[in-house]
C-alpha cells in the first residue's frame, strides 16, 4: 500500500503526468543483469546466454532479461559472469565513468551492484575502495566482489568522517549512492513503503549531505563526484544538491553524459536553487524501462591532489611467503603476486594493489585479492582466486557444460570423476571457473564453499 501522503506529493509535482507514474507503480517491473567485463565482453555474453538478453540503451554491459529465466539459477552466475542489477542502478557507475589505472571510491558500496559495475570498467587497473558502514552488509559487499573476480579492491567498514581524515584529496573519482528513503524502489520493494514517512525523507537528507561533504574532501582537485539515489523526493535530490553547492564552493555540476536518456532535474521544485540543477537527471518508471532513480555529477576546483602515499608494509614471513611460492610453482600458470603487495593477516595470504595506503586503525574486511589460507608451512587456496584468475590461470582444470550433471553434483559439493589428474584444479563450466577442487586417484574432491553449495 503506497503511503497516502508519498501519492498527493507526486500528484502535486507530476501534475498531468501522475496518472501514467501511478500506472507504472503498479505495472511489471523490469528485470537486468550486467555483464562482467572482468570475465566476458556483453557481446560474447548476449551471443553465448542461454536465455535471450535486450540491451540496456544507458549501460553497455547492461541487459534486460525476462523473469521466467531467473538467471541468479544458472551455473554462469556463480561463475560471476554477471550480476543482476536493476537496469535504472546501472546509471550511477555509468555517469562515474572511471578509468583503468585510477584511484576510485565507491563510499557506501553494499550490496556491492555498483562497485563491481565500476571493477568492470577500470579492467583490474588502479585502485578501487569500496566502503560499507554497515557490518553485515559490508560482509556480503565483499562476497559479491569475490564472486566477480574482482582483484584490485580493497573492502573497508569505515564511516565516511573517519576516512576523510585519513585520506584527504586521495581519490580521482568518488561515487556516492547515498541511503536514501527508497521511494523509487516502492514496485521493487514494498518493504520501502512501510518504512517511508516524512520525518525519513528529512532525516535522509540531512545525512545525504553530510556523507557527499566527507566525500568532497577525499576528492583531489579535478576530480569528479557523482551522487545518486533511488528517490523521487526532491529533498533528497536537487534540495541535497543545492545544498551541497552552496557549502562546497570548489563543486560545479557537470553534466552526467545520460541526459539524452533521461529527464532533467527539477530546480523548480526546490525554491532559491540555482538553474544549473537541470544537469542532474532524473529517471521516471513511466518514462523508462526502470525504476525511479536520480544522479548528479560534480566536478572539484583545480587539479592535482594527494598523488603520493606510504603503502602497507609487505609480508615479510618468509614460511608464508614460500608456502604459497610452493603451491603457485606446482598449480598456477602466472603469479598473482606480480606487481602486488603481499599482505599476511593472521593466516590469510592476501595480494593488495600497489596504490594501496596504510591499513592500521581502519576496519578492513579484504585488503585485496584473498589468495588463500597459510597452515603449517602449507598453502590452500582461495575460492576468491580460483575466481579471479582467467580460464588457463591453474595448470590443470576439469570443464563441463553449464547444464550437465557434473556441474550440478559439484554446486552440491559431490566429488567428481577427474582421471589423469593430480593436485589442485579448477573445475569450469562452458570454460569459466566456477571452484576448486583437488584430484587424487582419479577424483576431484570439492573444494566449492560449504555456505554456497545447492541442496541436494
Request: with cysteine; glycine share 10%.
Amino acid at each position: 500500500m503506497l503511503p497516502e501522503a508519498f501519492l498527493t506529493r507526486m500528484q502535486s509535482l507530476l501534475g498531468d503526468e501522475y496518472p501514467d507514474f501511478l500506472s507504472s507503480l503498479e505495472g511489471e517491473r523490469a528485470f537486468g543483469l550486467r555483464a562482467n567485463l572482468l570475465k566476458l565482453s556483453p557481446e560474447e555474453l548476449r551471443q553465448r546466454a542461454p536465455f535471450p538478453l535486450e540491451p540496456v540503451p544507458w549501460a553497455e554491459e547492461g541487459f534486460y532479461y525476462r523473469e521466467e529465466d531467473r538467471p541468479g539459477r544458472h551455473p554462469w552466475h556463480e561463475a560471476g559472469l554477471y550480476y543482476i542489477q536493476e537496469p535504472s542502478a546501472m546509471s550511477a557507475a555509468a555517469a562515474l565513468d572511471p578509468r583503468p589505472g585510477e584511484r576510485v571510491l565507491d563510499l557506501c558500496a553494499a550490496p556491492g551492484g555498483k562497485t563491481t559495475h565500476l571493477a568492470g570498467r577500470m579492467r583490474g587497473q588502479g585502485l578501487l575502495v569500496a566502503n560499507e558502514i554497515v557490518t553485515g552488509r559490508a560482509k556480503i559487499l565483499a562476497q559479491n566482489l569475490e564472486r566477480l573476480g574482482v582483484r584490485a579492491c580493497v573492502v573497508l567498514n569505515e564511516d565516511s568522517g573517519r576516512l576523510a581524515q585519513r585520506l584527504p584529496e586521495f581519490f580521482d573519482r568518488i561515487l556516492v549512492d547515498a541511503p536514501c528513503s527508497g521511494e523509487g524502489m516502492f514496485r521493487k520493494d514494498p518493504e520501502a513503503c512501510s518504512q517511508w514517512s516524512p520525518e525519513n525523507v528529512r532525516m535522509c537528507a540531512e545525512r545525504q549531505l553530510m556523507i557527499l561533504q566527507n566525500a568532497v574532501r577525499m576528492l583531489r582537485p579535478g576530480g569528479r563526484l557523482v551522487y545518486s539515489t533511488c528517490t523521487f523526493s526532491p529533498e533528497e535530490n536537487e534540495g541535497t544538491v543545492a545544498a551541497l553547492l552552496a557549502a562546497e564552493p570548489s563543486l560545479s555540476l557537470v553534466d552526467t553524459g545520460l541526459s539524452r536518456f533521461f529527464s532533467p532535474g527539477r530546480p523548480d521544485w526546490v525554491p532559491g536553487s540555482p538553474a544549473e540543477l537541470d544537469k542532474t537527471i532524473r529517471i521516471w518508471p513511466h518514462r523508462v524501462r526502470g525504476e525511479g532513480h536520480f544522479a548528479a555529477a560534480f566536478q572539484k576546483d583545480g587539479s592535482g591532489g594527494n598523488l603520493r602515499q606510504s603503502h602497507p608494509a609487505p609480508c615479510r614471513d618468509k614460511g608464508a611467503l614460500e608456502a604459497f611460492r610452493q603451491f603457485r610453482d606446482g598449480a598456477l600458470r602466472l603469479d598473482p603476486l606480480e606487481g602486488q603487495i603481499p599482505l599476511l593477516f593472521g593466516s590469510e595470504l592476501y595480494a593488495a594493489p600497489v596504490e594501496l595506503f596504510p591499513l592500521e586503525g581502519l576496519r578492513v574486511l579484504r585488503p585485496g585479492l584473498h589468495l588463500g589460507t597459510v597452515r603449517k608451512n602449507r598453502f590452500e587456496p582461495s575460492h576468491a582466486l580460483c575466481l579471479a584468475l582467467p580460464p588457463d590461470g591453474f595448470l590443470q582444470r576439469a570443464d563441463f557444460p553449464a547444464d550437465s550433471r557434473e556441474i550440478a553434483a559439484f554446486l552440491r559439493g559431490e566429488t567428481l570423476p577427474g582421471p589423469g589428474l593430480s593436485g589442485w584444479l579448477t573445475v569450469q563450466a562452458d570454460g569459466f571457473p566456477l571452484g576448486l577442487g583437488k584430484a587424487s586417484g582419479g577424483v576431484i574432491k570439492n573444494h566449492y564453499p560449504k555456505g554456497l553449495r545447492t541442496p541436494g
